[in-house]
């Protein structure tokens, strides 16, 4: 896979390629977006065992990947477009931002020091990624993950609606809330650098969307929804993927974590 940075009049665009339906690439993202679930509901019951005191936990992981993505891929086309698809998107835009530790170019304001976790639930109303980036200086990273695979242009408008919240500081109490379950995880250094409402100063926008290769639209035209953002034009990263067959390559995705599921059961 790899990435390519360019500039454009609204924002920065980063071009993926290399998303296809080779079995060794379905097979990788199957294993991530698998392990993604697991470590979801490892969150979970750590939370339980603080609240309640439970300290065992039934897992049957092929049944916990089939509550999120389905039996079989014969579930409704309202299921697929609503909710499988989005879920999967989302879990591949992470994927994407995990790979910038090593391919620069996804995230060239500065590197990625952690991220939140995937929603289980696609309809869970929060930001679907916020990410913690620096070095001398700390910044957040919010993104929004849309899968229309015939509208991209409908995708993108959403995406950067949604991301409009964090400039009118509506996003304020999710996003330091999300810094204090970093703040365990990071150095005395970075702690310190965590004054007030730094993200203010320092942000990056992510609008990541998927559709299908055949509805593809110009995604390097001037934008008013990216255009009117906060952020320069540098920090508003627009990551679009047009996926040949989208439909097809979700199904085939779909499969591969089943079966990766069912050996670990």
Not at 46 to 75: P, W, Y
Request: aromatic content about 6%; overall charge negative; some cysteine.
């Amino acid at each position: 896979m790899t990435a390519q940075l360019s500039t454009h009049e609204s924002h920065s665009l980063i071009s993926i390629s290399g998303l296809d339906h080779r079995k060794d690439i379905l097979e990788a993202i199957a294993v991530y977006l698998v392990a993604a679930i697991a470590q979801c509901l490892d969150s979970n019951f750590q939370i339980r065992n603080a609240l309640f005191g439970e300290t065992s936990f039934n897992r049957d992981i092929h049944n916990d990947v089939t509550k999120v993505i389905g039996v079989d891929n014969t579930i409704s086309s309202d299921i697929k477009r609503d909710e499988r698809n989005p879920w999967l998107w989302e879990g591949l835009s992470h994927l994407l931002i995990n790979l910038s530790i090593s391919i620069n170019e996804i995230h060239p304001p500065q590197p990625i020091i952690m991220k939140t976790s995937i929603h289980l639930d696609v309809k869970d109303h929060g930001l679907d990624l916020i990410a913690l980036y620096g070095d001398d200086e700390l910044g957040i990273s919010t993104g929004e993950c849309k899968a229309y695979l015939e509208s991209p242009g409908r995708a993108i408008t959403d995406a950067a609606s949604r991301l409009s919240e964090v400039d009118s500081h509506s996003r304020d109490a999710e996003i330091r809330a999300t810094i204090s379950q970093f703040r365990p995880s990071l150095s005395a250094t970075d702690k310190a650098k965590l004054s007030g409402t730094f993200w203010h100063d320092e942000k990056t926008y992510l609008p990541m969307v998927c559709c299908d290769q055949g509805n593809a639209t110009s995604f390097t035209r001037n934008r008013k929804s990216l255009r009117v953002l906060g952020p320069p034009i540098d920090k508003k990263l627009l990551i679009p993927v047009s996926i040949k067959d989208a439909k097809l390559f979700f199904d085939l995705l779909s499969d591969e974590m089943r079966l990766y599921a069912l050996k670990k059961v």
